[in-house]
Each structure stands twice: as structure tokens, then as C-alpha cells.
């Protein structure tokens, strides 16, 4: 089954304990990216990397590394979070090239970090 | 400078209604895609259409229709004969051709009363 994995689903952490937030596809993509969903401010693209070792930064890219040394995986790391950083995590990918396809979502990482 | 704006936070329909999710976009590429996704309670994101800016012809699958108009630079979503099931919050997106990064909207929530 074509899909988008990311784990863990649920994540209760503390201010500066270091985490990652795995995402895997099996589509063969090259296009993949990290969006968050905060309340009133729909999904704002983290990062993005359109192949390996190639990544660039969204909107919202503070607080936040990632990594692309392989097609399928996409890990965001989070090196010291910080309570604002609690969100709905959604990975996502899509091939690359024209026309521009849409986006599969992985199920969504729900991050409290108190 | 990319934009897109969804003015109606929430909305409530009586089953069997009919209801019209806006959707305006601010772009100054002139090929451009754009793109709506529903979120259930599930959380999860499924994607429901994507039009390129030289396609204004308007789309009908079932219940739902879109209204592309580039004139006024809007790309709108009606549900015909509401039901409960299409209780979501929506999403509207833009990516211009010649960029890498999704622009999204706040999302509309919409709740269909039985």
C-alpha cells in the first residue's frame, strides 16, 4: 500500500530533551517536506527537500533540523524544543517535476513539549 | 509574495444545504497550482483536487464542484446536499510552478447538522 509513515504518533516531551520524528514513503517521491498545524494557522511548511541532500527551509524553519540521506526518509529533528513548538506534525510527499502533483500526508505527529 | 486566504473560519449547515467554501489566493506568477485538501475528525488529510492556473474550466465530482476564477483570484468549493460525513476542516493551497513550497490556508471548518 502506497503510503507516508511517520512515528511516533503521540510524543510528551520536555523543554530541551533532543527528539526526532521519523517519516518514511514508499512511493519513491522526491519531493518531501514537514509542515505543522497550529489552531488558526492552518499547516505552515517547516522544511522541504526536493532530492537527496538537497533540503531548504519553509516558512517556519526555527527551531528545526532535518535530513535527506536517503529518498524514502525525511527525519525532523528537534535539538532543544521548546513549549512552542506543541503542534500537529505532518510529513508529507509528492514526485517531483510538472504538472506539480499533490501532496500525500503521513497520519500527523501530535507533539506536547512541556 | 505568496498568499492564500480562507476568511471563513467556521461554518455550520443544516444537512441537505448547500454550502460554498471561499478561497483567495495572492500570487505574481502567472502559472501557479492550487490545490484543496479535507481534514475529518480523523485528522488525517485527503486530498480532493488540483487545478493549474490555465485551467478555468470549472470541475464537478458528485456533491462537490470548484469555481476557478482568475479574475478575481478565487478558487472556491461548494458541497451540494451537505451531509454529515463532510464535517472536515478544508484547506486550500497554492505553489506557483516556478517554487518548491506549498502555501496553505487557515482551513475552514465546516459542521453539517443532522
Known amino acids: 500500500e502506497a503510503q507516508v509513515t511517520q512515528n511516533p504518533r503521540y510524543l510528551i516531551t520536555v523543554t530541551g530533551k533532543k527528539l526526532t520524528v521519523t517519516c518514511s514513503q514508499n512511493?519513491?517521491?522526491?519531493?518531501m517536506s514537514w509542515y505543522r498545524q497550529d489552531p488558526g494557522l492552518g499547516l505552515r511548511q517547516i522544511y522541504y527537500?526536493?532530492?537527496?541532500?538537497?533540503?531548504d527551509k519553509g516558512d517556519v524553519p526555527e527551531g528545526y533540523k532535518v535530513s535527506r540521506k536517503e529518498k524514502r526518509n525525511f527525519p525532523l529533528i528537534l535539538e532543544s524544543p521548546s513549549p512552542n513548538q506543541t503542534s500537529l506534525y505532518f510529513c508529507?510527499?509528492?514526485?517531483?517535476?510538472?504538472?506539480?502533483?499533490?501532496?500525500?500526508f503521513g497520519p500527523g505527529t501530535r507533539l506536547t513539549v512541556t | 509574495a505568496q498568499k492564500v486566504t480562507q476568511a471563513q473560519t467556521e461554518i455550520s449547515v443544516v444537512e441537505k444545504e448547500d454550502v460554498t467554501l471561499d478561497c483567495v489566493y495572492e500570487?505574481?506568477?502567472?502559472?501557479?497550482?492550487l490545490f484543496w485538501y479535507k481534514q475529518p475528525p480523523s485528522g488525517e488529510l485527503v486530498f480532493l483536487i488540483r487545478r493549474n492556473s490555465f485551467d478555468e474550466q470549472n470541475e464537478i465530482s458528485g456533491r462537490y464542484s470548484w469555481n476557478f476564477q482568475k479574475s478575481t483570484s478565487s478558487f472556491n468549493f461548494t458541497i451540494t446536499a451537505s451531509q454529515v460525513v463532510d464535517s472536515a476542516v478544508y484547506f486550500c493551497?497554492?505553489?506557483?510552478?516556478?517554487?518548491?513550497?506549498?502555501?496553505f490556508g487557515t482551513g475552514t471548518s465546516l459542521t453539517v447538522i443532522p
Open positions: 527537500s526536493m532530492n537527496v541532500e538537497v533540503t
Open positions: 500570487t505574481r506568477d502567472t502559472t501557479y497550482y
Open positions: 512511493m519513491n517521491h522526491e519531493y
Open positions: 508529507a510527499s509528492r514526485l517531483q517535476g510538472i504538472p506539480v502533483y499533490e501532496q500525500y
Open positions: 493551497a497554492l505553489i506557483p510552478l516556478t517554487g518548491n513550497q506549498f502555501y
